[in-house]
């Protein structure tokens, strides 16, 4: 669990007194979006839609990282083009939102996220932070450039 996340799983008891996650969905549900990572071999992707608010999206892609690596999800397609409801964000919350994150992902999780261009830093904020991190990030604008950035991080350390 990353310190400071409102992201809490729901849990339910089971019959030998353990817990069990319910239903993914609900675990990354965001307020009047649902996001479902969906996961083809060793890649996740997770594709939210709707407005919500910064913090919001946050919380909903740390649901998303939470359960890539419990299915130990190597590397991990975001694409947060189709979200509204927030500014651009400042350079505090870019660093805030890239250590939960790189709290939330195991070093030898790869990230590559995608969102429109008033969404990207020019200074590269948060890849700088993620770098810092130990954490492997990239951010662009198109998914066809994301997952050729995410099968080149694999080729290297393969």
Request: charged fraction near 25%; include cysteine.
């Amino acid at each position: 669990m990353v310190v400071g996340s409102r992201f809490k799983p729901e849990l339910k008891s089971t019959a030998g007194g353990g817990f069990k996650r319910r239903r993914k969905e609900a675990e990354l549900k965001g307020m009047g979006t649902l996001g479902r990572l969906e996961i083809t071999g060793s890649r996740g992707f997770f594709r939210p839609s709707g407005s919500v608010s910064a913090g919001e999206l946050a919380d909903q892609i740390t649901a998303a990282l939470v359960e890539a690596r419990a299915q130990a999800v190597r590397d991990v397609m975001v694409n947060i083009a189709a979200m509204t409801g927030f500014e651009s964000p400042g350079p505090a919350y870019r660093r805030w939102v890239t250590r939960r994150w790189a709290e939330t992902v195991d070093s030898k999780m790869r990230v590559a996220m995608v969102a429109r261009s008033e969404h990207i830093c020019p200074q590269k904020t948060g890849l700088l932070i993620a770098a810092e991190e130990g954490m492997q990030a990239y951010i662009c604008e198109a998914e066809a450039e994301a997952i050729a950035w995410l099968d080149a991080a694999r080729a290297r350390n393969a």
